[in-house]
């Protein structure tokens, strides 16, 4: 079943929440995490921030309770007030009692009363395991309790922790299985940019067993694309389909009820980008560096883990005209909190500027070099989609790797990956190689405007 409630951290917050909670003398430890919600109608809390409630500020730690002071939720609740955001009362079982205590229910019934009437209309609690699992629940205002179905962490590697099958929490289900599967039908993939690269990631989101996949374009089907774009056809050209309503009509024939969902809209919209937040991964397949500086924000507000890919052909001059320099693809994973796209050059202030140069002269975006697949070739149907597909299995293979790990080197090696057909030749960099600037927007959810850009305020009607 598809999770009703989630609620997602950052391995950073995740690491730090693990170090304060099990300070190896074996007694119970706090903290207060600080949540911002998703927009949309799934239930989804993002940890932006922890309050670490100090050893010996506890009136009392032992193995199986603990007494700590409200100075500290008061601080939470101090951070919380502005935009009216959650807090989670954090502690942990340090011999790995499975569940909420009675003594748990009891502090709840007399503390979230009070948190209530401070600040927002929904907060919870939370337990932490040796293991690092994270064990959560909420509470409305009237007292009414519902389970956290799912926790999610988001690192190098990701992480998947859900509360009817704790078992399974410590040891991910296999690569390449069907327990692999199984997981895959409970959780939400988006797929922004439904063409030559994003079709044949977005049939391989469908055919692993995505539960919901989410496709966002808002192009439409040409007859110069029907030779890489999948699922289209010559009826769809004519009839000037759009490219995800093509797709998603082909796709949503693979199982008894629909499960691709087509959102017709430029990723530059409100649209778009509430659609997006409501998944747990995030492909970015698009060709423009201000679809990518989109993809690189949400991934940041919604705490989300975003693979983007591209494909290039640099040509080299030769007496004769042109000659292929290399085929080469590039996949990057971005974790929140980490490095993203622009930090790593993927786009840049100039780029952005071209892009919306070419938008409002295009006269003078003429003057400037525009490449295509083949660079220096105006073709308008190339041959490419070998290349793409080629490009599409490397990126869903980076997401199935860090979800369901079979790499004998960590993941945090492989947060770029790039493939040169005409070397036959493959280079990895790694997370640390790559500058990381702090990003203001990281765990922001429902913030308004939306991922820090005006464009997409409330008043957004979609055309950008």
């Known amino acids: 079943m598809m999770p009703r409630a989630t609620l997602s951290l950052s391995a950073t917050v995740k690491d730090q929440l693990r170090a304060h909670l099990f300070p190896g003398d074996h007694k119970e430890a706090a903290a207060v995490l600080v949540c911002a919600r998703v927009p949309g109608q799934r239930l989804r809390l993002i940890a932006r921030d922890v309050v670490l409630v100090p050893h010996n500020a506890c009136a009392s730690r032992t193995e199986h309770s603990l007494t700590w002071p409200g100075a500290h939720i008061e601080e939470a609740i101090d951070i919380a007030a502005p935009e009216q955001l959650s807090l989670i009362l954090v502690h942990s079982h340090p011999y790995g009692f499975p569940d909420f205590s009675d003594t748990d229910d009891a502090s709840d019934q007399e503390v979230m009363p009070c948190i209530f009437e401070a600040v927002g209309d929904l907060h919870g609690s939370a337990i932490m395991l040796p293991s690092g699992v994270l064990l959560a629940r909420l509470y409305d205002p009237h007292g009414d309790l519902s389970l956290v179905d799912l926790v999610s962490v988001v690192g190098d590697d990701l992480q998947f922790w859900w509360r009817d099958d704790l078992s399974g929490a410590a040891i991910r289900p296999m690569a390449f299985t069907s327990d692999m599967r199984g997981e895959l039908s409970r959780l939400t993939a988006c797929v922004i940019g439904i063409s030559g690269t994003g079709s044949p990631v977005a049939e391989q989101a469908c055919r692993l067993g995505f539960g919901r996949v989410i496709g966002i374009d808002h192009d439409h089907v040409e007859d110069k694309n029907l030779n890489r774009i999948l699922n289209t056809s010559l009826a769809d050209a004519r009839g000037r389909r759009t490219k995800v309503a093509a797709f998603g009509e082909r796709v949503n024939q693979y199982r008894e009820t629909s499960f691709f969902e087509d959102i017709d809209a430029n990723v530059m919209t409100r649209k778009a980008v509430l659609a997006a937040a409501q998944a747990d991964v995030v492909f970015c397949c698009v060709d423009t560096h201000r679809g990518r500086m ?162 997409l305020g409330q008043e957004d009607t979609g055309c950008v």
Do not use: W
């Open 294 to 455: 989109i993809a690189d924000r949400i991934a940041a507000c919604f705490l989300l883990p975003l693979f983007d890919v591209g494909v290039a052909i640099p040509t080299r001059k030769t007496g004769d005209g042109l000659a292929i320099a290399e085929v080469t693809g590039r996949i990057d994973y971005v974790k929140p909190g980490g490095s993203s796209l622009g930090d790593r050059g993927v786009y840049t202030a100039a780029s952005l500027q071209a892009e919306a140069l070419a938008e409002s002269d295009p006269g003078a975006h003429a003057e400037q070099v525009k490449a295509g697949y083949i660079e220096g070739l105006p073709e308008q149907a190339p041959a490419v989609i070998s290349l793409n597909l080629r490009a599409a299995s490397a990126c869903m293979l980076e997401f199935i790797a860090r979800a369901y790990p079979f790499r004998h080197e960590p993941n945090a090696r492989y947060a770029r990956t790039r493939f040169m057909l005409a070397e036959a030749f493959e280079e990895f960099t790694a997370e640390s190689e790559f500058p990381a600037n702090p990003s203001a927007l990281l765990a922001d959810g429902a913030k308004e405007p939306l991922l820090g850009l005006p464009v």
